[in-house]
C-alpha cells in the first residue's frame, strides 16, 4: 500500500485500539435510565466546544450473544442507552432517532424494546413527557428494509433527553460498529461486548481518541434445546471521557475515516461437531470465494455472449490501443449507470445486462474487463472503496470495499478505466474513485496486490479575461476558460445535465453580479482528451466603485478566492483534495484615457517549503493597459496533518492577495 496512506492506518488503529499511552482511571458513572440527576441541567458548552448544539453526557452500548429460540443459532444483542443535554434549537434533532431494520428470508435484526423521554426545568421542578405512539412511525424501504423512526415530545432549550433500546440480530458476520465521537461533544462513551469462545472476530478501529482498551475471559452459560452449555467468552470493554466533537473540514474522503470507532468482522465458527469455518482470512481466501461466486465469477465465466459482442466491437482491428478504445467507448455508451457502486452485479448473466442498457458499476465495469480479455488484452479487476466510503483498512475483508473499476496493460502502460461516465475516458476515472489505492485481483492466481489510483497530472483551469473599461465604468471584452482533466470532465457534466444551453449560462452567471454573455461558444465537448474550451463576449458592470475622482475594483472580478476553506487552528487528519490542481488566472484590460494608474498590488509569491504547493501573483502595466496572472499551483492529491499548517498558511495569503483592489484616478 501506498506509504502514507499506510502509516496513517496504522496510526489511527494504533491510536484508538492499542496505544500504551498510560489509562485514565474512569470514576464509577450511574446509567439507570429515568435517574436524572439536577447537576445535569446545569451542563454547560465551554472551551471549544462553547458553540454546541448539544453535548452527549453519556452513551454506553452492550453486545453480547444469545442463542435463537426459533433458529437454534447464536444472534448478536446489542443494547445502548444514551443521554443528550440540549443547549439551543440546533440541537432538537437528536431528539429524532431513525433505526434500520434488515430482514432477508427468515433472517431478521428486529427492534426488540424502546423507550424515549424528555426531561425539562420547569418552575424548579423537573417534567417528564414519555415518547407515545404518536411520535413513533415505521418507514418500508423495500422488501429487505424497514426504518423504525421515533420523535421526542416537547423539546426544549435546556431540556435532556435519553433513548434506551435493543436490537436482536441473526446477521453476526459484520456487527454494528460503535462511534465515540460526533459533530457534538460527548462526556463519556462506552461500549462493551462480549463473545462466545467459538467465534473469533477482527477488531477495526480508526479516529485519534484513546479508547483506554480492556479484556478478560469470563465463563456464560447458555440454554439450548438439549440443556445448559457454559462457554468461555472473550469480554471486551471500551471507553473514553471528555470526547471533544469532532468538527467537519474541507476536502476530506468522509468524516467517518477520522472518528474513533471500533468494529468487528467474523474471521471464523468452530462450533463442536461442525466443520471449522473461516471467513477471508486471507487474500486468496477473498478471491477463492469471489470466483466461486456467480455475481462475480459466475459472471465473468459466461462468455458465450461476450466471444459474439467483442467481434462486433472490435472486427479487423489490431492495434492494442484502438482496441481497448473502442470497447470502452462501446460499453459506456451503452449501459448507463443506475448510480448504484458495487462490486457484484446484479444479474449473472452479461447479456441481460446489455439488453437492460443499465446496471451498477460491476455490471458495467466486470462487462469491460471480460470484453477486453475476451480481445486479448491484458486487464484485472480492481476494487476499491469509494471515497464516500471510507479509507479501506487494509485488511483482507471484503465487505469494507464497495465498487470495482478495471486496470488494463497495453505495451508498458497501465490504464486505469471506469465506464460508468460517458464522459471518462481511458485513464480518467470517477472522482469518488480517487481514494488513493485499490486491491488489483489475479483471479487465475487467487490473490492480488494493493495499487495507486492517485492521478499525480495536474487538472487546470485557464481563465482569461481580455477586456476594455468604458467612461462609465462598464467592462466589455472577451472570456477564454480552458479545462482538463478532472476539470474539464466537471465543467462537460454541467454542460450536459443542463436543461440547455441558456439554463448552463444562467447557472454560471449564479452569484456573478453584473455578467451579462453573449455569443458562447463551447470546444471539445466530444475530444474527451483535449482541453474543453469556452469562448463567450462579455459585459460587465456594477464592479467598480467611484468615491470622488477615485474609482476601486478587485481585479480577479469573479474568480477569486473569499474564504480559506481550512478554519481549523490544528488539523489531525490529512487533507485530501483528491486530485493535483492547477488554477491560472490572466487578465488584460484597456482603461479610458482619462484614467490613470493610482494604486496597485504588488508582485508576490508563496511557496510550500517541499515546492508541493504555490502561489503567485504578478502585476504589470504599460500604459493604459493592465495586466495581472494569478496561479495557484497544489500538485499533490494528498497532504498530511503535518503539512496542514503551511496550506492554511498559503489559502489565508491567497484569500489576502486576491482581494487587494486597484486604485483608478480620474484625470
Not at 475483508?397 to 478495471?406: E, G, K, T
Not at 486496470?407 to 470517477?430: E, R, Y
Request: net charge neutral; hydrophobic share 35%; proline share 4%.
Amino acid at each position: 500500500m501506498n506509504t502514507k496512506i499506510t502509516a496513517l492506518l496504522c496510526w489511527l488503529l494504533t491510536a484508538a485500539l492499542f496505544t500504551c499511552a498510560q489509562e485514565k482511571k474512569a470514576k464509577p458513572k450511574d446509567f439507570k435510565y429515568g435517574k436524572i440527576s439536577p447537576e445535569e441541567f446545569e451542563i454547560r458548552a465551554s472551551g471549544a466546544d462553547s458553540a454546541a448544539s448539544a453535548v452527549v453526557l453519556f452513551d454506553v452500548g452492550r453486545g453480547r450473544f444469545e442463542l435463537n429460540p426459533k433458529t437454534g443459532d447464536f444472534m448478536y444483542v446489542m443494547e445502548r442507552h444514551v443521554r443528550y443535554k440540549i443547549f439551543n434549537k440546533n440541537g432538537y434533532d437528536y431528539a429524532n432517532l431513525e433505526l434500520e431494520l434488515y430482514k432477508k428470508n427468515s433472517f431478521e435484526t428486529a427492534l426488540d424494546q424502546m423507550d424515549g423521554a424528555t426531561y425539562s426545568m420547569e418552575n424548579g421542578k423537573m417534567t417528564v413527557d414519555k415518547i407515545n405512539k404518536e411520535s413513533k412511525f415505521t418507514e418500508k424501504q423495500d422488501k429487505n428494509y424497514t426504518i423504525k423512526k421515533f420523535a421526542l415530545p416537547n423539546v426544549k432549550e435546556g431540556s435532556i433527553i435519553e433513548y434506551k433500546y435493543r436490537l436482536k440480530s441473526d446477521f453476526i458476520f459484520t456487527l454494528r460498529s460503535w462511534n465515540f465521537q460526533r459533530e457534538i461533544p460527548t462526556l463519556h462513551s462506552e461500549y462493551e461486548i462480549t463473545i462466545p469462545e467459538w467465534y473469533k472476530y477482527r477488531v477495526t478501529g480508526g479516529g485519534y481518541v484513546f479508547l483506554n482498551p480492556k479484556q478478560e475471559l469470563v465463563n456464560q452459560n447458555f440454554m439450548t434445546s438439549g440443556g445448559s452449555v457454559s462457554l468461555t467468552c472473550l469480554k471486551m470493554n471500551y471507553h473514553a471521557d471528555s470526547v471533544p466533537a469532532l468538527k467537519t473540514e474541507s476536502f476530506v474522503t468522509t468524516m467517518r475515516d477520522h472518528i474513533s470507532r471500533v468494529g468487528f468482522e467474523l474471521t471464523s465458527v468452530t462450533v463442536p461437531g461442525q466443520v471449522y469455518r473461516e471467513f477471508t482470512n486471507t487474500w486468496p481466501q477473498l478471491i477463492k470465494g469471489l470466483k466461486s461466486d456467480e455475481n462475480f465469477g459466475g459472471f465473468i465465466n459466461r462468455k458465450s455472449y461476450i466471444k459474439t459482442l467483442v467481434k462486433s466491437i472490435v472486427k479487423e482491428n489490431a492495434n492494442p490501443d484502438t482496441t481497448l478504445k473502442l470497447i470502452f467507448n462501446y460499453v459506456k455508451n451503452n449501459i448507463k449507470w443506475n448510480d448504484d457502486h458495487h462490486f457484484y452485479s446484479s444479474d449473472v448473466n452479461p447479456k441481460t445486462i446489455f439488453e437492460k442498457k443499465t446496471g451498477n458499476s460491476a455490471d458495467i465495469n466486470l462487462s469491460l474487463y471480460m470484453l477486453l480479455t475476451e480481445a486479448g488484452i491484458t486487464a484485472s479487476p480492481v476494487l476499491l472503496s469509494t471515497r464516500d466510503n471510507g479509507i479501506h483498512p487494509g485488511l483482507p475483508m471484503l465487505s469494507v470495499f464497495n465498487n470495482v473499476i478495471v486496470l488494463a496493460s497495453v505495451g508498458d502502460k497501465q490504464i486505469l478505466l471506469d465506464a460508468t461516465d460517458k464522459n471518462h475516458f481511458p485513464g480518467l476515472i470517477s472522482y469518488d474513485d480517487l481514494n488513493h489505492e485499490g486491491f488489483q485481483i489475479d483471479l487465475a492466481q487467487e490473490n492480488g496486490k494493493w495499487i495507486s489510483l492517485d492521478d499525480n497530472s495536474l487538472s487546470r483551469k485557464v481563465i482569461t479575461y481580455a477586456l476594455s473599461m468604458t467612461d462609465e465604468n462598464k467592462m466589455t471584452g472577451k472570456l477564454y476558460m480552458s479545462s482538463t482533466s478532472y476539470e474539464g470532465l466537471n465543467r462537460r457534466n454541467k454542460y450536459l445535465s443542463a436543461t440547455d444551453q441558456e439554463d448552463f449560462l444562467k447557472t454560471y452567471k449564479t452569484g456573478k453580479t453584473g455578467l451579462a454573455i453573449k455569443n458562447y461558444q463551447i470546444g471539445n465537448l466530444d475530444n474527451l482528451t483535449e482541453p474543453l474550451t469556452e469562448t463567450m463576449d462579455v459585459i460587465i458592470e456594477d464592479n467598480v466603485e467611484e468615491a470622488g475622482n477615485l474609482a476601486y475594483f478587485t481585479p480577479l472580478l469573479f474568480e477569486r478566492t473569499k474564504e480559506n476553506p481550512f478554519k481549523l487552528e490544528d488539523r489531525k487528519f490529512p487533507v485530501d483534495f483528491g486530485y493535483a490542481t492547477e488554477e491560472i488566472y490572466r487578465l488584460t484590460i484597456d482603461l479610458p484615457k482619462n484614467y490613470q494608474l493610482d494604486k496597485a498590488p504588488k508582485n508576490e509569491k508563496v511557496i510550500l517549503p517541499d515546492e508541493s504547493a504555490s502561489f503567485s501573483f504578478i502585476f504589470a502595466s504599460e500604459g493604459n493597459k493592465m495586466m495581472i496572472t494569478s496561479k495557484i499551483t497544489v500538485k499533490k492529491p494528498v497532504y498530511t496533518n503535518e503539512e496542514y499548517i503551511y496550506l492554511r498558511e498559503l489559502f489565508k495569503n491567497i484569500v489576502r492577495k486576491q482581494s487587494e483592489q486597484i486604485v483608478l484616478k480620474k484625470i
